[in-house]
C-alpha cells in the first residue's frame, strides 16, 4: 500500500468517486500517525473543492463559547471538553455571484480518533452565513446531554452557501444562486463532501447519517428529509421554521400590531419594550394559567394540556383607567391582533395564530416580540432582523432598507411565494425517507416567539393525513411540543432532554420514543414526560415532581 502522505487527486464528482483511495489515508493506531492521516487529507483538494485545514486537535480542547449564535442556534453551552480529533475546513465551488460578490459553501468537519460510525449533519440558525463549531450539541438551550463529537460522531457543519458578517445577515439574498443553496442545495453538497472526507479517513463510509438542528437549523433538517430523502437515517428538528417565508410576514404583523399600542416618546415615536411591560406580560401569563393549569388535573405553573386551553385577553380589559391588575383596551387589542393570525386586507389568513402559554412572559419571549429598550430604537429581534431577512431574501424581488411600517400584507403571499419555493419545508410527501428506514423527531416549545406552535401542529396533521393516518405517521415521525419553552429552550419549561439519544434507539433498535423525559433549571428537583403528539401529560396521582405520576393521554 502507498504511503498515506503521497500527494493524490480524485475526480471531479466529489470524494466518493474514487472509493477505493479513502483506504489509502487510513492511519494505523498512534498519535502521531493519526496526525500525519489527519493533514494528509488536504491533498484531497480539486478545483472545486479547496480544502483549507486539516490539523489535529488534542484531547481537552474546550469548545468556543458563542452566546449571539446559540440565541439563534439553541445549542446547549458545551462544557464538556472535546476527545481528541481532525478538524478539517473547507470550501465547496467558490464563484463569483452578483455585484461581483464572492460565494462558496463553506464547512467545518471534526473527525474524532475514535470513531463510533456515524455521521451527524449539524443545523445552523438564523440566515446562517457563519460556520458554527461542529461538536454536535443538542440544540436546545438547557439539555446538559454529551455532544454528538464526544460520542464519538464525525460532525460536519456549514455556512449554507454563503459569507455574512454574523447569522442575521441577510445581504445575500440579491444572488439567486446564494438563495438555491441557503433554500436546500448546500444540505447535499457538504452531505457528500463530508461523506467523501469520513471515508478516506476512516477507510468506509459511515454506517448511520443523522441530521439535526433547531429553528433554521431545523427547517434544514426538515428539508433534508424532504429534499435528499436517501442521504439521512434520522432527523432531529426542533422548533423548526419550516414555513419561514409565512413566519418572516407574521413577525413584521407582530410588530405593527405592538407598535400601534405602544406609548410615545417627547418627539411622538413610539416605545416598542413599553407596549406592554414585564409586569403586563405577568399579569397575562397569571391569567392564562389560572384558565388553563388545572386541566391537566394538577395547577403547578404549566400547562400540560395545551389544546384544552382558551384564554381571551379581552377578560383582562380594564374598566377605568389603567391599573396594574388589569390593560388598557389598546392593549388588548395588540394581544388580539398578535395572537390571532396575520392576515391580509381580505381577511386572509397570512400564517398561523399563537398559542396561549405561560411562558409568554418570560425574558425569552419578549426578546423576541417587544425587546427591551426604553428610546424609539427597538431592539426586539423581530424588529431589527426582519427588515432584512423579509426584504433581502424573502422578497422578490429583494427590498433593501424595508420600512416595516409601510410594509404591504396585501401583497405580502404573492412576493415571498419564490422564495417559499425554495425555502420552506412544507412537503408531505417523505416516501423514498421511509421507504428506507428514516425516522424523525420533532420538538417545539409552545411559547416558542418565533415559529408559532399551532402552525406545526397544522401541519402535523397535513402530514398525518397525506401519509396513512396518525398511526402510520407515528410508525417513522413524532412531534414533542414542550410547554412552556420558547425558541430552541428557555422560558418556565424542562428544556433539558436529549432528542438525539431518543432517535438513535429508534433508528439503531426499533425503540420509538412514546415520550422525552424532561428536566430544567426552572423547576429544580421536577421531571416531566413529554409525550408524543397529539397525547398530552396528564397527572394521575402520586409525587407532583416525578414523571412517572403522569401518564400520556389523548386530548
Given at each position: 500500500m502507498p504511503d498515506h502522505r503521497t500527494p493524490m487527486s480524485l475526480p471531479a464528482g466529489g470524494l466518493l468517486a474514487g472509493a477505493a483511495l479513502g483506504?489509502?489515508?487510513v492511519a494505523p493506531r498512534g498519535a502521531a500517525l493519526a496526525q500525519d492521516a489527519c493533514a494528509a487529507l488536504v491533498r484531497l483538494a480539486r478545483p472545486d473543492l479547496v480544502l483549507t485545514r486539516a490539523e489535529p486537535v488534542p484531547a481537552g480542547t474546550l469548545a468556543t463559547e458563542n452566546p449571539g449564535r446559540a440565541a439563534l442556534t439553541g445549542a446547549a453551552r458545551a462544557t464538556a471538553a472535546l476527545p481528541a480529533h481532525c478538524l478539517v475546513e473547507g470550501r465547496i465551488a467558490p464563484r463569483t455571484g452578483t455585484e461581483g460578490r464572492s460565494f462558496h459553501t463553506g464547512f467545518q468537519l471534526r473527525l474524532p480518533e475514535g470513531w463510533n460510525g456515524k455521521l451527524l449533519f449539524q443545523g445552523g440558525g438564523g440566515v446562517d452565513g457563519v460556520i458554527n463549531e461542529a461538536i454536535g450539541a443538542i440544540p436546545v438551550a438547557g439539555s446538559t446531554a454529551r455532544p454528538a463529537l464526544n460520542r464519538g460522531y464525525a460532525v460536519v457543519s456549514t455556512d449554507s452557501g454563503h459569507q455574512g458578517r454574523d447569522s442575521s445577515d441577510a445581504s445575500?439574498?440579491?444572488?439567486?444562486?446564494?438563495?438555491i443553496d441557503h433554500g436546500y442545495a448546500s444540505i447535499g453538497a457538504v452531505s457528500r463532501e463530508a461523506r467523501g472526507l469520513v471515508a478516506a479517513r476512516y477507510g468506509r463510509a459511515p454506517d448511520r447519517a443523522y441530521f439535526m438542528g433547531c429553528s433554521n437549523g431545523g427547517r434544514s433538517a426538515m428539508m433534508a428529509a424532504q429534499r435528499f430523502p436517501t442521504e439521512f437515517d434520522g432527523i432531529v428538528a426542533g422548533n423548526p421554521g419550516f414555513r419561514l417565508s409565512r413566519a418572516a410576514i407574521a413577525q413584521a404583523w407582530d410588530t405593527r400590531a405592538f407598535l400601534a399600542a405602544a406609548p410615545r416618546d417627547a418627539q411622538g415615536r413610539p416605545v416598542l419594550a413599553n407596549a406592554l411591560t414585564p409586569a403586563d406580560m405577568t399579569l397575562v401569563a397569571g391569567a392564562v394559567a389560572r384558565t388553563c393549569d388545572a386541566a391537566d388535573g394538577l395547577e403547578d405553573g404549566t400547562v400540560e394540556a395545551m389544546s384544552a386551553c382558551r384564554f381571551d385577553p379581552a377578560a383582562l380589559r380594564c374598566a377605568g383607567d389603567k391599573a396594574a391588575d388589569c390593560l388598557t383596551g389598546a392593549q388588548v387589542d395588540a394581544l388580539a391582533r398578535a395572537f390571532g393570525p396575520a392576515r391580509d386586507g381580505q381577511g386572509r389568513a397570512l400564517y398561523a395564530g399563537w398559542p396561549w402559554d405561560p411562558g409568554i412572559a418570560s425574558p425569552d419571549w419578549r426578546a423576541w416580540k417587544l425587546g427591551t429598550s426604553q428610546t424609539a430604537r427597538p431592539n426586539a429581534r423581530n424588529a431589527t432582523l426582519t427588515p432584512g431577512s423579509l426584504g433581502l431574501f424573502f422578497l422578490t424581488p429583494p427590498v433593501r432598507d424595508l420600512d416595516l411600517a409601510a410594509f404591504d400584507f396585501d401583497t405580502a403571499a404573492e412576493r415571498t411565494a419564490a422564495t417559499a419555493a425554495l425555502n420552506d419545508a412544507t412537503s408531505t410527501d417523505h416516501s423514498s425517507f421511509?421507504?428506507?428506514?428514516?425516522?424523525?423527531?420533532?420538538?417545539?416549545?409552545?411559547?416558542?416567539?418565533?415559529?408559532?406552535?399551532?402552525d406545526l401542529r397544522a401541519y402535523w396533521r397535513d402530514l398525518a393525513r397525506d401519509n396513512g393516518g396518525d398511526a402510520a405517521l407515528a410508525g417513522w415521525a413524532r412531534m414533542f411540543m414542550v410547554p412552556g419553552m420558547t425558541h430552541c429552550g428557555g422560558g418556565p419549561a424542562l428544556d433539558d432532554f436529549d432528542p438525539l439519544t431518543a432517535l438513535e434507539a429508534w433508528v439503531e433498535r426499533g425503540e420509538a420514543?412514546?415520550?422525552?423525559?424532561?428536566?430544567?433549571?426552572a423547576f429544580p428537583g421536577r421531571t416531566r414526560p413529554v409525550c408524543a403528539f397529539p397525547r398530552e401529560a396528564r397527572y394521575r396521582g402520586g409525587d407532583a415532581d416525578a414523571a412517572a405520576s403522569f401518564a400520556c393521554a389523548a386530548p
Open positions: 483506504l489509502l489515508l445575500f439574498g440579491t444572488d439567486q444562486q446564494a438563495r421511509t421507504a428506507r428506514g428514516g425516522r424523525m423527531v420533532v420538538f417545539h416549545g409552545n411559547a416558542d416567539p418565533v415559529f408559532s406552535a399551532d420514543p412514546d415520550h422525552l423525559t424532561a428536566r430544567g433549571a
